[in-house]
């Protein structure tokens, strides 16, 4: 097949979970703690429809203890969840390739934290975002609005579509594939950037998370590397560690039975997304963006992060200094209330119940992110514990919100850390 013949040239063939030579049967846990507690936390999600399906994955002191997928791609009852099946990422995304390319860039002196706006996105010399500098701006700290809708400004007030935006067959003009009835201009991507350079900045200097400069990211790492985004994550990062499945745009690589659908999108593209990116704007930068866009497995999701773990090296091999790995994993503006690593998530500094996503117990070291679509991870060097939680709770519509109510995540995650001190009780 075609897809498997383009997969196995770009990645070669890699065991999914080579690097992991333990697994639970082998290590002093309370087994029986650990898989009713969270096979019940899970089957709790599947049965009251906070999502159809999801992958599980817990990986501690480089041993997998716990390793399952749960329900089906749908609520039909079809297809059951398989390791190897992928899931959109979401934002992610944002810490797996955008962040991850900022480290490498940094490393390669390509690239100050400190810098500035306009050294590196020269068109925004004259605009309001001039003077940002980039450890405020992945912090979330700088005043950017937190999304624009980009697919709403191509209508007109009657639902048509204005003139140099979509069209319903492709052409030289519009090559970008959004579904089979929808092609985007080829120049959009400039009024993609137009519209970020003309957005307002908030007029509170605190935490307020924002997208935006994501979707910049892929063309600065283009104009430092001489590679396409995706090319350069391939070959520097996801190529070398074997993990296969972390890609954009799926279809082109695997079959669409092996890709979980997202969302029944019934505003923009009135169709199932299946095999394309989730969020909107990703989609009309062709599926190539550090926003959102990634697609990947808990299983090789689990390498990259391991990589973090292992502070830049990976099967004895180093991809990113210590120091850097540091250094964006850490709190930057605790002291003004935000506890934002440069683009990684962080802990509450004050837990709170209500509005944390993880668990109590995960130590202020600990770093991750989480995706709209339904996805999560979280990494805790003070543990050397990584948790990865894959989920489509987007289907059929983003409107369900159960993951959230039913504390999914916060629960998982302190199951987790529940085992670990059994075992070391």
């Known amino acids: 097949m075609l897809w498997l013949s383009i997969a196995s040239k770009i990645f070669g063939q890699v065991d999914t979970l080579s690097y992991y030579p333990t697994t639970v049967d082998a290590l002093p846990y309370d087994s029986l703690y650990l898989h009713h507690t969270l096979d019940s936390i899970i089957q709790?999600?599947?049965?009251?429809?906070?999502?159809?399906?999801?992958?599980?994955?817990?990986?501690?002191?480089?041993?997998?203890?716990?390793?399952?997928?749960?329900?089906?791609?749908?609520?039909?009852?079809?297809?059951?969840?398989?390791?190897?099946?992928?899931?959109?990422?979401?934002?992610?995304s944002k810490t797996t390739t955008g962040a991850l390319a900022l480290m490498y860039l940094h490393d390669q002196g390509l690239f100050e934290i400190d810098g500035l706006w306009k050294d590196y996105f020269p068109d925004f010399e004259n605009s309001n975002k001039a003077n940002l500098d980039f450890r405020?701006?992945?912090?979330?700290?700088?005043?950017?609005?937190?999304?624009?809708?980009?697919?709403?400004?191509?209508?007109?007030?009657?639902?048509?579509?204005?003139?140099?935006?979509?069209?319903?067959?492709?052409?030289?003009?519009?090559?970008?594939?959004?579904?089979?009835?929808?092609?985007?201009?080829?120049?959009y991507k400039k009024k993609i950037y137009k519209g970020i350079k003309k957005s307002k900045l908030r007029e509170e200097e605190d935490y307020k998370y924002s997208g935006l400069s994501f979707l910049l990211y892929p063309d600065l790492v283009q104009e430092k590397t001489g590679l396409p985004f995706d090319t350069f994550l391939y070959k520097t990062f996801y190529q070398p560690i074997g993990a296969e499945r972390l890609v954009f745009t799926p279809t082109k690589y695997f079959p669409l039975s092996e890709i979980v659908p997202t969302e029944i999108d019934t505003f923009?593209?009135?169709?199932?997304?299946?095999?394309?990116?989730?969020?909107?704007?990703?989609?009309?930068?062709n599926g190539i963006s550090s926003n959102a866009g990634l697609f990947g497995n808990a299983h090789d999701l689990a390498k990259l992060l391991q990589l973090f773990l292992n502070k830049g090296t990976y099967a004895g091999q180093r991809y990113l200094k210590a120091s850097t790995i540091e250094e964006f994993t850490r709190c930057q503006f605790c002291d003004k209330g935000n506890r934002r690593g440069l683009g990684f998530d962080k802990p509450l500094i004050e837990y709170d119940a209500k509005a944390a996503y993880i668990a109590k117990s995960a130590s202020p070291e600990s770093y991750g992110h989480s995706g709209f679509t339904g996805t999560f991870y979280w990494v805790d060097p003070t543990e050397e514990l990584i948790v990865i939680f894959l989920s489509n709770r987007v289907y059929p519509t983003r409107a369900s919100r159960k993951l959230y109510s039913l504390n999914i995540r916060p629960s998982l995650h302190e199951a987790v850390y529940e085992a670990i001190r059994k075992r070391n009780n």
Do not use: C
Not at 269 to 276: A, C, D, E, F, I
């Open 268 to 285: 923009f593209r009135n169709q199932l997304v299946h095999g394309t990116v989730h969020d909107e704007n990703a989609a009309m930068l």
């Open 136 to 187: 405020t701006v992945l912090a979330h700290q700088a005043r950017l609005i937190p999304y624009i809708t980009f697919w709403a400004r191509t209508k007109r007030k009657r639902g048509k579509f204005k003139w140099r935006t979509f069209k319903s067959k492709t052409s030289k003009r519009f090559p970008i594939k959004i579904t089979d009835q929808l092609y985007l201009h080829r120049k």
């Open 44 to 92: 709790t999600g599947v049965d009251s429809a906070a999502f159809p399906g999801a992958q599980l994955l817990i990986i501690h002191k480089e041993a997998a203890i716990y390793d399952k997928n749960f329900g089906y791609h749908t609520y039909d009852k079809i297809q059951p969840v398989q390791s190897r099946d992928l899931y959109d990422l979401a934002s992610i």
